[in-house]
């Protein structure tokens, strides 16, 4: 079957991937390159913050450790780390995926993938095309716009417009990148007020966070990030001297839930919210489902 995806995010890249694999025939539209996608800057720890539906995200998240595992792709790296919830937080539906987890009150230890994206993303971008997908530039106003057989709509933010879909919103999200000094373990402490996160990754260190639901613009703002490396070096003392390498601000599709489902000749796959790295293959792995042969 003749498939467009559009979008070239890790969702719309990890769709493409598993429909040529499955041998269709996929193309690309993306109105951005991937390493200027939101997916760029995400922390790139494989687990759901909060992300809806609970029992599909659990499944999906399954898929996604076992798949980040196997991959062996450069910029992932299986780690232990220690996530701290906010007391009273029942045992996430998705802890189960973690194999080794210990849970000790509020705190879950597990070891997991952690994703430099932007390495991870070339590397899957090379992937693709090495399956044959073509990759085309350019931003839509419909998806009536595409000549294909099927539509994937994983354009993330922009997915909603393209669905007519207005219960997607940006969630800000900012990052500081210091220089790693050799952290062997991540770090996430959510609190009912702000979730602090350290994941290392080997050349530097991603700190957050922040959530910043209906931000526009992707400035970073210097006070916000002083912010957010006080917290990182109070968490993580180590951090102490590391050096301030680059700040970077992200919007999240965020969605009362994640959206995958077929209506007619289009497959809908977007809404991923602070979960997308994590999601993207067992999502990945549905949309092929629901292309058919
Ligand atoms: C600061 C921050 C930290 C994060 N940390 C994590 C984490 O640790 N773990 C995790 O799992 N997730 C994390 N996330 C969330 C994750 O980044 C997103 O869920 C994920 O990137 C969504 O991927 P996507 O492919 O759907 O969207 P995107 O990466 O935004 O890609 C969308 C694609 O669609 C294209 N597009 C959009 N509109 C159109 C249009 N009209 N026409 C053509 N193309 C279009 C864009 O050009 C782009 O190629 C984080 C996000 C932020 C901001």
């Given at each position: ?82 996530l701290v919830l906010p007391?009273?937080t ?16 509020p705190a879950l ?81 959510e ?103």
């Amino acid at each position: 079957m003749r498939i467009t995806v559009v979008g070239g995010g890790i969702v719309g890249l990890s769709c493409a991937h598993r429909l040529a694999e499955a041998g269709h025939e996929v193309g690309v539209v993306a109105a951005g390159k991937p390493e200027d996608s939101t997916s760029a800057i995400a922390g790139g720890l494989i687990y759901p913050p909060g992300t809806q539906p609970a029992d599909r995200v659990a499944r999906w998240t399954v898929a996604g450790v076992a798949q980040f595992r196997r991959l062996g792709a450069p910029g992932v790296r299986m780690v232990r780390g220690r996530l701290v919830l906010p007391e009273q937080t029942p045992e996430p539906a998705w802890a189960a995926a973690m194999e080794d987890v210990v849970v000790s009150g509020p705190a879950l230890e597990f070891t997991t993938a952690l994703v430099d994206t932007p390495v991870y993303l070339a590397w899957l971008a090379g992937r693709v095309a090495a399956l044959g997908v073509r990759t085309e530039y350019r931003t839509l106003s419909s998806l009536g716009e595409v000549d294909a057989e099927l539509v994937v709509n994983a354009a993330g933010l922009g997915g909603g417009a393209l669905a007519g879909d207005d219960s997607v919103v940006p969630v800000g999200g900012q990052v500081v990148h210091l220089a790693d000094p050799g952290l062997t373990e991540w770090v996430v402490h959510e609190t009912d007020s702000a979730v602090t996160y350290v994941i290392p990754h080997g050349r530097h260190v991603v700190c957050g966070g922040t959530e910043e639901e209906g931000r526009i613009g992707v400035e970073p703002d210097a006070a916000v990030a002083a912010d957010i490396v006080a917290r990182c070096r109070a968490l993580v003392p180590a951090l102490a001297g590391a050096r301030v390498l680059g700040t970077k601000v992200g919007l999240r599709p965020h969605r009362p839930q994640v959206r995958l489902d077929r209506v007619g000749d289009v497959v809908h796959c977007y809404g991923h919210g602070g979960a997308g790295i994590t999601l993207s293959w067992g999502c990945a792995d549905e949309v092929a489902a629901l292309a058919g042969s």
